[in-house]
Structures are given as structure tokens and as C-alpha cells.
T-cell receptor, first 115, second 115 residues
Framework: EAGVAQSPRYKIIEKRQSVAFWCNPI?????LYWYQQILGQGPKLLIQ????????DSQLPKDRFSAERLKGVDSTLKIQPAKLEDSAVYLC?????????????FGSGTQLSVL | GNSVTQMEGPVTLSEEAFLTINCTYT??????LFWYVQYPGEGLQLLLK?????DKGSNKGFEATYRKETTSFHLEKGSVQVSDSAVYFC??????????????FGQGTTLQVKP
């Protein structure tokens, strides 16, 4: 089966610019996640969708980050304006229902460098 | 709050050596515990899991036992191979009352196996 697709693979921008990432989860997976992984740290959940509704966005910096999952399939994550500390790998993951006891499938991530 | 702590890396071993990567956790509810692995250039993938105390998860020769009394979930393998070189992440999913069950990751431990 096809895995979780993310694009772009790499992105370099200057601070205060905006950037958007795209994710297409595995077909049929109701739950979609965006994680931020800063170098040397474990992934941190930014937002979790169940179909097209938000389940958890408690760690999303809402003054600059936004995410949507229209039609409950693919999703975009946007940063506007970017800061230096946003440099990280942004991971998208999906699961059939939810994370409890369940396997998450991760994409390869988008590596963002903010200069 | 919930958290996961892993031993510092990198861990460098010779082929066929015994591997232990320590992981301890703090959780308010009844977490499920996971090990995810990230091979070079690939996305994170589930290695094994355990959903209740005294459960043992196993896969590809790796094992980890859910120890509630020591709040630990150490990863072990009796004989490592060069192909096991990767970054290993311990994680928990707390699906207790009031929790969404989101995955919380440790910081990751890099394993390098030399021939």
C-alpha cells in the first residue's frame, strides 16, 4: 500500500516569510497528525485531526501556525511568519482510527531551515 | 505531565553485541508504550508495543517489557547487526480519562553498529 506522502522534502526560507507543507495520508485513515521534530529531540505533536475535525491542537503556536484538513483527506500546515526557532523536520502521520494502542504511519518529513 | 526519558546516545556497538537502550516514563493514567525506529532517510516506523503492565513486545529480535513498578520499557536485542543502525524512539500513549491518547516521544537514541 502507498505510504504517507509529504511535500516538499526540503524548504529553505528567510525569517518572517511564510511556508506551507502538504500531507496525503494513507487511504482510509481517519486520523492525521502533524509533528515537529527539532534536531536532537523527539517528535512533538502540533495538531491531531479526526476526519476533518481537530482533536488536539494544544501545542500548536496558533499565532503563527495553522493547519487544515478539508474533506478529511489531505492536509496542509502553514507557518506565517516563520521564526528561526521553527527550523525543524515536520512530520505527518496517519492512523486508521486514533493513537491509542494503534500504529502510526509516518511520512519522510519536510526539513525546514529558517535563515 | 506525561513524559518519556531515554538514555543519551550515540550508542556504538560491534556486530553481534548485546543491546540495551533504557527508557523510563512518567504518566498520570494507564499508558501504552511503544518503540519506534527511524532508519537513515526513512520515516519513523513502529518497532514494537506493549499495552499493559508485564506485557512484552517483540519484533525483529528486539524485545521490551512494560515494567510498571520501575516505570520502564527498556529495549533489548541479543545480537545486533549493522542493519540495526538507526535512531530509536521510546513513546507513550496515555489514554486515561481526559486524555486524547496522543503519542509523547523521548528524545531518541542513535545506535551505530560497526562490522
Amino acid at each position: 500500500e502507498a505510504g504517507v506522502a509529504q511535500s516538499p522534502r526540503y524548504k529553505i526560507i528567510e525569517k518572517r516569510q511564510s511556508v506551507a507543507f502538504w500531507c496525503n495520508p494513507i487511504s482510509g485513515h481517519a486520523t492525521l497528525y502533524w509533528y515537529q521534530q527539532i534536531l536532537g529531540q523527539g517528535p512533538k505533536l502540533l495538531i491531531q485531526f479526526q476526519n476533518n475535525g481537530v482533536v488536539d491542537d494544544s501545542q500548536l503556536p496558533k499565532d503563527r501556525f495553522s493547519a487544515e484538513r478539508l474533506k478529511g483527506v489531505d492536509s496542509t500546515l502553514k507557518i506565517q511568519p516563520a521564526k528561526l526557532e521553527d527550523s525543524a523536520v515536520y512530520l505527518c502521520a496517519s492512523s486508521l482510527r486514533g493513537p491509542t494502542n494503534e500504529k502510526l504511519f509516518f511520512g519522510s518529513g519536510t526539513q525546514l531551515s529558517v535563515l | 505531565g506525561n513524559s518519556v526519558t531515554q538514555m543519551e546516545g550515540p550508542v556504538t556497538l560491534s556486530e553481534e553485541a548485546f543491546l540495551t537502550i533504557n527508557c523510563t516514563y512518567t504518566a498520570t493514567g494507564y499508558p501504552s508504550l511503544f518503540w519506534y525506529v527511524q532508519y537513515p532517510g526513512e520515516g519513523l516506523q513502529l518497532l514494537l508495543k506493549a499495552t499493559k503492565a508485564d506485557d512484552k513486545g517483540s519484533n525483529k529480535g528486539f524485545e521490551a517489557t512494560y515494567r510498571k513498578e520501575t516505570t520502564s520499557f527498556h529495549l533489548e536485542k541479543g545480537s545486533v547487526q549493522v542493519s540495526d543502525s538507526a535512531v530509536y524512539f521510546c513513546a507513550l500513549s496515555d489514554h486515561g480519562s481526559g486524555n486524547t491518547g496522543k503519542l509523547i516521544f523521548g528524545q531518541g537514541t542513535t545506535l551505530q553498529v560497526k562490522p
